[in-house]
Nanobody, 123 residues
Framework: QRQLVESGGGLVQPGGSLRLSCASS????????IGWLRQAPGKEREGVSC????????YYADSVKGRFTISRDNAKNTMYLEMNSLKPEDTAVYYC????????????????WGQGTQVTVSS
C-alpha cells in the first residue's frame, strides 16, 4: 500500500523554526516532481516548494523564498521541509505530495497526497 506520512508540525512562535518530514512506504520517492503544498483556513491549497527528482532542481513560492528549504534523503526515502523565520501567515495544514506539475501544482489523477500536518505560528 502506497502511503505518505508527514510529521513535524506543531505550534511555534513567530520567528521560530520547524522541520517537516514526509516518509513514503510501499514505494520510493522517485516521481518526477515531489514537494510540499499548504492550505490555510478559507484559502485554496498552494504550492510551497517542490523538487525535481531527476536533477534536484527546486522551486519555492515567493512567500517562502529564503526561509524554507526542501531536501530529500534517498536512503531513508524521506523528504523534508526546513522552515525558518516562520510568520503567522505560514499557518496552514502542510501536505507532502508526489506527481506534481509546474510550480508544484497538483495534477488531477496523478498527484498523491499525505494526510497533512498542522503548522501554527502564533505568539
Amino acid at each position: 500500500q502506497r502511503q505518505l506520512v508527514e510529521s513535524g508540525g506543531g505550534l511555534v512562535q513567530p520567528g521560530g523554526s520547524l522541520r517537516l518530514s514526509c516518509a513514503s512506504s510501499g514505494f520510493t520517492l522517485d516521481d518526477y516532481v515531489i514537494g510540499w503544498l499548504r492550505q490555510a483556513p478559507g484559502k485554496e491549497r498552494e504550492g510551497v516548494s517542490c523538487i525535481r527528482v531527476s536533477d534536484g532542481r527546486t522551486y519555492y513560492a515567493d512567500s517562502v523564498k529564503g526561509r524554507f528549504t526542501i531536501s530529500r534523503d534517498n536512503a531513508k526515502n524521506t523528504m523534508y521541509l526546513e522552515m525558518n523565520s516562520l510568520k503567522p501567515e505560514d499557518t496552514a495544514v502542510y501536505y507532502c505530495a508526489t506527481g506534481l506539475g509546474v510550480q508544484c501544482r497538483s495534477v488531477p489523477g496523478i498527484t498523491g497526497w499525505g494526510q497533512g500536518t498542522q503548522v501554527t505560528v502564533s505568539s
